[in-house]
């Protein structure tokens, strides 16, 4: 018996959940598809648009799709709301007043990092149990769907909200082979700022580096790959002030003042930056003892000249 067909003997609680995903797009597909791979019956889709709704369903089997949500089936007992976070307190108010659920014996999880439960207050003043569950991953526009689904199973996930919301996600991470981290709904803001460091701004850095790189010798981003896989690797490994080398953590200001003139010249938009990553790193080999105390202001010193050159060039 292979695997999947192991893990499939074993009926999951979840097995008993009418589940409707609202949001079609990469998360909530993510999840419909992963439910669906796991033999869950995802009972519908709700998306503001209805072609997207209707192509989610067809490949997730469901034969239910709709942009109303008046129009919800009253046996639903598990949302996952997967919209953007700007959308879903005004969902869940709607969700409130015009849906025909059975509000007492419903749960509502939505997949924002940075918002709580209360986003969901909404419902959860009609009886309905609310909680979030995030994914500490990335999820691709450019990838296929079942690819999506893939980046879901055997990763982090940050869940709060009440005690059945919080039974209920432990049970879809179980389902998802992945690891269930309790936070507490004030911490939610500080822990995705994390996920932000993490993911976004390393590509934001990636995108830099290969910005100047074209204004040197023109080279292939893909001449990266080696210095960053073993950076990462490194960091992951060990910590990132283990893996932290270059000249700010041997106190070299001559070669970072070099970097700074150079960018000045050619690439200035990018000096705020540089500057920026400079003093933070500046801290952390501080921190890892490779700095004297004299190393320490040359270089912060070199800092904050080159970002008052800026302000003075950017007032005239």
């Known amino acids: 018996m292979s695997e999947s067909s192991k893990r499939r003997s074993v009926r999951s609680p979840l097995a008993e959940q009418s589940i409707a995903?609202?949001?079609?797009?990469?998360?909530?597909?993510?999840?419909?598809?992963?439910?669906?791979?796991?033999g869950l019956r995802i009972a519908a889709i709700l998306s503001a648009n209805e072609q997207s709704a209707?192509?989610?369903?067809?490949?997730?089997?469901?034969?239910?799709?709709?942009?109303?949500?008046?129009?919800?089936?009253d046996e639903i007992s598990l949302l996952i709301i997967a919209v953007p976070d700007d959308v879903i307190k005004g969902l869940a108010e709607a969700i409130a007043a015009r849906a025909p659920l059975h509000f007492r014996s419903l749960t509502a999880?939505?997949?924002?990092?940075?918002l709580s439960s209360d986003a969901l207050q909404p419902l959860r003043k009609r009886g309905a149990d609310v909680g979030s569950i995030h994914p500490l991953q990335v999820f691709p526009k450019s990838q296929v769907l079942k690819e999506r689904a893939e980046r879901l199973f055997g990763i982090p996930f940050t869940i709060e909200g009440t005690k059945r919301a919080t039974l209920?996600?432990?049970?879809?991470?179980?389902?998802f082979r992945g690891r269930a981290i309790a936070i507490t709904r004030e911490k939610k803001p500080l822990y995705h700022a994390a996920a932000v460091f993490a993911s976004n701004?390393?590509?934001?850095?990636?995108?830099?580096?290969?910005?100047?790189?074209?204004?040197?010798?023109?080279?292939?981003?893909?001449?990266?790959?080696?210095?960053?896989?073993?950076?990462?690797q490194t960091a992951l490994l060990t910590s990132p002030e283990e893996a932290l080398t270059?000249?700010?953590?041997?106190?070299?200001?001559?070669?970072?003042q070099r970097h700074l003139q150079a960018l000045t010249g050619s690439l200035p938009h990018l000096v705020p930056l540089y500057v920026v990553l400079g003093m933070e790193t500046v801290r952390i080999a501080a921190q890892k003892g490779s700095l004297d105390e004299k190393q320490m202001t040359d270089l912060l010193k070199l800092f904050i000249q080159a970002i008052s050159a800026?302000?003075?060039k950017s007032s005239r």
């Not at 995903?21 to 796991?38: N, T, V």
């Not at 209920?168 to 389902?175: G, H, K, M, N, S």
């Open 168 to 175: 209920i996600a432990r049970q879809i991470v179980q389902l």
């Open 109 to 114: 999880l939505h997949t924002s990092g940075a």
């Open 54 to 73: 209707k192509r989610l369903a067809r490949q997730v089997h469901c034969h239910f799709a709709t942009t109303d949500i008046e129009k919800l089936p």
């Open 201 to 232: 701004y390393l590509i934001t850095t990636l995108s830099a580096a290969s910005e100047v790189l074209r204004a040197s010798i023109g080279k292939p981003e893909k001449i990266f790959e080696p210095i960053v896989r073993s950076s990462i």
């Open 310 to 312: 800026e302000k003075i």
């Open 21 to 38: 995903i609202l949001g079609a797009g990469g998360l909530g597909g993510a999840f419909a598809a992963a439910f669906q791979k796991e």
């Open 246 to 256: 270059g000249p700010i953590e041997r106190g070299d200001a001559a070669t970072v």
